[in-house]
């Protein structure tokens, strides 16, 4: 069974901080997806990582993919009260997807 | 852009009633997925269809089912709705097999009294 952990859990900071949430697993992955979900609404699929090492930005949102596709992680400058939300990683898995729990982020204005 | 749409934004049901959630999308994608999503415990698969009039079970099928009577129409019916069953229900779709990037609809909460 492939298996995506997500940290931290939660996160809480302050606007204009910077931070990082990370998504972990012991399997290859062929791709992973990151999405946003914010409160009472359905995910946003955000960016598709496909290659190891790659490195996709979205505006202030840099995404990277582990060199052995094992990893990713999402970074965000100078967060913003918008950037409120349940961030999620997947990966493929036998035609599904594959989700990690996520991580919960606040940002307080 | 893709548009997946839930019949209902928020449901209220007695217990046993039985009870439908609707789900379209418009762009021929070829797989639909229902999750439930509760606090703590993530988005589980209940179940989800390749084509139209197959179905294939997910993490958590029972006491639910679906139907797929045209590609672009994805049901799930609570046969007996049960308080346990009170959640957060999200239909998705993805273009295909090989590509699992999913469209999600913006949820139906549903609440079973």
């Known amino acids: 069974t492939q298996l995506l952990e997500q940290s931290p859990q939660f996160l809480s900071i302050q606007e204009g901080e910077n931070l990082t949430v990370y998504c972990n697993s012991s399997s290859v992955f062929s791709s992973l997806q990151w999405y946003r979900q914010e409160p009472g609404e359905g995910p946003v699929l955000l960016v598709t990582?496909?290659?190891?090492?790659e490195v996709k930005k979205l505006k202030r949102l840099t995404f990277q993919f582990g060199d052995a596709r094992k990893d990713s992680s999402l970074h965000i400058t100078a967060a913003q009260p918008g950037d409120t939300g349940l961030y999620l990683c997947?990966?493929?898995?036998?035609?599904?997807?594959?989700f990690g729990d996520g991580t919960t982020l606040t940002v307080k204005p | 852009d893709v548009k997946v749409t839930q019949s209902s934004r928020y449901l209220v049901k007695r217990t046993g009633e039985k009870v439908f959630l609707e789900c379209v999308q418009d762009?021929?994608?070829?797989?639909m997925f229902w999750y439930r999503q509760d606090p703590g415990l993530g988005l589980r698969l209940i179940y989800f269809s390749y084509d139209v009039k197959m179905k294939e079970k997910g993490d958590i099928p029972e006491g639910y089912s679906v139907s797929r009577e045209k590609k672009e129409r994805f049901s799930l019916i609570l046969e007996s709705a049960s308080t346990n069953q009170t959640s957060m229900y999200l239909c998705?779709?993805?273009?295909?097999?090989?590509?699992?990037?999913?469209?999600f609809g913006q949820g139906t909460r549903l609440t079973v009294v």
């Open positions: 990582v496909v290659t190891g090492g």
């Open positions: 998705a779709s993805s273009f295909h097999r090989m590509n699992t990037e999913a469209f």
């Open positions: 762009m021929d994608h070829e797989n």
């Open positions: 997947a990966g493929p898995n036998a035609g599904k997807s594959t």
